[in-house]
């Protein structure tokens, strides 16, 4: 299981990290992806992290603001995200899946966490 965690509300500019905790698996054994998903909006693929986490992919969007991360050793993932913008307000959903291949695709992932909102407003 994943349990993601650390969403709230903050206002333009602020800044949240959002946490990824795995449970019943070994994670070093996974790529980690985050997505979003707004009311009335697909999910969204916002960044991608390998095994080891010597490789990360964002959307370009997310670029310089979000920075994603994993501690195998505390089995848990995070993302970090700086300059945070109205147009950023959605639920986030950590996944994690074994190949690492198409991680821009939810289908691509076999275990997802729960999902925390986070609201950007003043």
């Known amino acids: 299981q994943l349990q993601a965690s650390g969403g709230g509300l903050v206002q333009p500019g602020g800044f949240l990290r959002l946490s990824c905790a795995a449970s019943?698996?070994?994670?070093?054994?996974?790529?980690i992806g985050w997505f979003r998903q707004a009311p009335g909006k697909a999910r969204e693929y916002v960044s991608c992290i390998s095994t080891s986490g010597g490789s990360t992919d964002y959307t370009d969007s997310m670029k310089g603001r979000f920075t994603i991360s994993r501690d195998n050793a505390k089995t848990t993932a995070y993302l970090q995200m700086n300059s945070l913008k109205p147009d950023d307000s959605a639920v986030y959903f950590c996944a994690a899946q074994l190949t690492g291949l198409n991680a821009k695709r939810p289908d691509a992932y076999t275990y997802w966490g729960q999902g925390t909102q986070v609201t950007v407003s003043s």
């Open positions: 019943g698996f070994t994670l070093d054994y996974y790529a």
